[in-house]
Nanobody, 125 residues
Framework: VQLQASGGGLVQAGGSLRLSCAAS????????MGWFRQTPGKEREFVAA????????YYTDSVKGRFTISRDNAKNTVYLQMNNLKPEDTAVYYC???????????????????WGQGTQVTVSS
């Protein structure tokens, strides 16, 4: 599976961006898809995930109510709609695919086998 993330950029606080992650492969619908982010000197952290079935979504507390993850299995694409952005959201955002998802590990970076290249999101104050 190859993942290609896009949609990052520079935005003012309070603005919005939509990240996209296009996946190759015919088994996209069976994967859980996640978004993580990383700032210099810090570990990569979980942001949001979408399970492979049932439509369950998961978010880290700091983005609940502001970010929305969605997926279009027909287009092999997962999205992250980010609204009311804050300077602390500034990071490189990565999409990832988990081919064997289980609920208890869906927030864990170690559960994801495939990673995109990252897209920079910068929020100015």
């Amino acid at each position: 599976v190859q993942l290609q993330a896009s949609g990052g950029g520079l935005v003012q606080a309070g603005g919005s961006l939509r990240l996209s992650c296009a996946a190759s492969g015919r088994t996209f619908s069976s994967y859980a898809m996640g978004w993580f982010r990383q700032t210099p000197g810090k570990e990569r952290e979980f942001v949001a995930a979408f399970s492979r079935s049932g439509g369950s979504t998961y978010y880290t507390d700091s983005v609940k109510g502001r970010f929305t993850i969605s997926r279009d299995n027909a287009k092999n694409t997962v999205y992250l709609q980010m609204n009311n952005l804050k300077p602390e959201d500034t990071a490189v955002y990565y999409c990832a695919a988990d081919p064997n998802p289980i609920t208890s590990t869906i927030r864990s970076i170690n559960a994801y086998d495939y990673w995109g290249q990252g897209t920079q999101v910068t929020v100015s104050s």
